[in-house]
């Protein structure tokens, strides 16, 4: 009898440990889910700001390449005023030559 009440008392506390070793094991295993939910969402929120900084890129070598366009455009006009002015400087030389010329006649 004695022997079968510590057969029976050793299982009893062969399966309260085995129990408590499933609760810590499914503790464990719900921290490590958790851990991992919060590192996916991370990832996502990572995935989300890197989208966005990509578009802003995007856009901002857009507006870059209108402005570059635009600047050679100014450019272009800038040199086509530059040339009429010399142009006009050139004939109002010309023209004060043949004013001074014709007052010396």
């Given at each position: 009898?004695?022997?079968?009440?510590?057969?029976?008392?050793?299982?009893?506390?062969?399966?309260?440990?085995?129990?408590?070793?499933?609760?810590?094991?499914?503790?464990?295993?719900?921290?490590?889910?958790?851990?991992?939910?919060?590192?996916?969402?991370?990832?996502?929120?990572?995935?989300?700001?890197?989208?966005?900084?990509?578009?802003?890129c995007g856009l901002a070598s857009d507006a870059a390449?209108?402005?570059?366009?635009?600047?050679?455009?100014?450019?272009?006009e800038n040199a086509a005023l530059r040339e009429e002015?010399?142009e006009a400087r050139e004939e109002l030389g010309v023209?004060?030559?043949?004013?001074?010329?014709?007052?010396?006649?």
């Amino acid at each position: 009898n004695t022997r079968a009440r510590e057969a029976l008392l050793a299982s009893e506390e062969g399966a309260a440990e085995g129990g408590a070793a499933e609760v810590g094991a499914a503790l464990e295993a719900k921290e490590a889910l958790e851990e991992r939910e919060a590192l996916e969402a991370r990832l996502e929120a990572s995935e989300a700001e890197a989208r966005s900084l990509r578009e802003e890129c995007g856009l901002a070598s857009d507006a870059a390449r209108r402005l570059e366009a635009e600047a050679g455009e100014l450019g272009r006009e800038n040199a086509a005023l530059r040339e009429e002015l010399a142009e006009a400087r050139e004939e109002l030389g010309v023209s004060r030559e043949e004013r001074e010329g014709e007052g010396a006649r």
